[in-house]
């Protein structure tokens, strides 16, 4: 009895995608896959709740790279270009910004943005942050889809304002409000003058 049978291997090829960015709390931890950004994340600062921290990982770069120094507005961006430098100037949209509110953790992995309760902005304003994937990170990362089409991670950063009305447009409001109420008072007086004759 012949009891050989005929064997055929059967080969799968299995695509294994890289995980989508991720955002926690105040806290967004980026990926870099062909399809980890199709959706930009955001994040909202507030006086209570006045910091964020971006976690672009080992295999990942800071951008703008003088994200100490400058701010990237919030431009549309397809994700696959990164802004690798900006010239927005802080003291624009928060004048009593400091470098030294940014600090970065975990050997330059982490970056955190802690703004002091006291100094946001009486408006509210927005700008752009992100990490992309490290040079030489494509080619340890292997040739699938994700390594070969890497995206970017971009994080709009939503800074709420105080609402303070500045001190010095009060003057000009109470004026304004002293001469409409001295103009009234004297259309009365010059109307009861004429009804009198």
Same mark, same amino acid.
């Given at each position: 009895?012949?009891?050989?049978?005929?064997?055929?291997?059967?080969?799968?090829?299995?695509?294994?995608?890289?995980?989508?960015?991720?955002?926690?709390?105040?806290?967004?931890?980026?990926?870099?896959?062909?399809?980890?950004?199709?959706?930009?994340?955001?994040?909202?600062?507030?006086?209570?709740?006045? /910091?964020?921290?971006?976690?672009?990982?080992k295999g %990942?770069? &800071?951008?703008?790279?003088?994200?100490?120094? /400058?701010?990237?507005?919030?431009?549309?961006?397809? +994700?696959?270009?990164?802004?690798?430098?900006?010239?927005?100037?802080?003291?624009?949209?928060?004048?009593?910004?400091?470098?030294?509110?940014?600090?970065?953790?975990?050997?330059?992995?982490?970056? =955190?943005?802690?703004?002091?309760?006291?100094?946001? !902005?009486?408006? =509210?304003?927005?700008?752009?942050?992100?990490?992309?994937?490290?040079?030489?990170?494509?080619a340890a990362?292997?040739? %699938?889809?994700?390594?070969?089409? !890497?995206?970017?991670?971009?994080?709009?950063?939503?800074?709420?304002?105080?609402g303070k009305?500045? /001190?010095?447009?009060?003057?000009? &409001?109470?004026?304004?409000?002293? +001469?409409?109420?001295?103009?009234?008072? %004297?259309?009365?007086?010059?109307?009861?003058?004429?009804?009198?004759?």
């Amino acid at each position: 009895m012949n009891n050989t049978r005929d064997v055929t291997n059967c080969k799968v090829s299995v695509t294994v995608e890289a995980r989508a960015t991720d955002k926690t709390g105040q806290v967004i931890i980026c990926a870099y896959g062909a399809k980890s950004n199709l959706a930009r994340p955001s994040v909202t600062l507030s006086r209570s709740n006045n /910091a964020f921290t971006l976690v672009c990982g080992k295999g %990942g770069d &800071v951008i703008p790279t003088n994200y100490e120094e /400058a701010y990237c507005p919030p431009v549309s961006t397809d +994700g696959k270009e990164a802004l690798d430098t900006c010239a927005g100037n802080y003291a624009t949209i928060l004048p009593a910004y400091k470098p030294s509110w940014w600090s970065n953790k975990k050997e330059k992995t982490s970056y =955190e943005l802690s703004i002091p309760g006291d100094k946001f !902005p009486e408006e =509210e304003v927005t700008f752009v942050v992100g990490c992309r994937r490290a040079s030489g990170e494509d080619a340890a990362k292997g040739t %699938g889809s994700s390594a070969e089409n !890497p995206s970017v991670c971009y994080v709009d950063v939503r800074i709420e304002g105080t609402g303070k009305v500045s /001190a010095s447009h009060a003057p000009l &409001v109470t004026g304004m409000f002293l +001469g409409v109420s001295l103009a009234t008072a %004297g259309v009365v007086v010059f109307t009861s003058f004429v009804s009198r004759l």
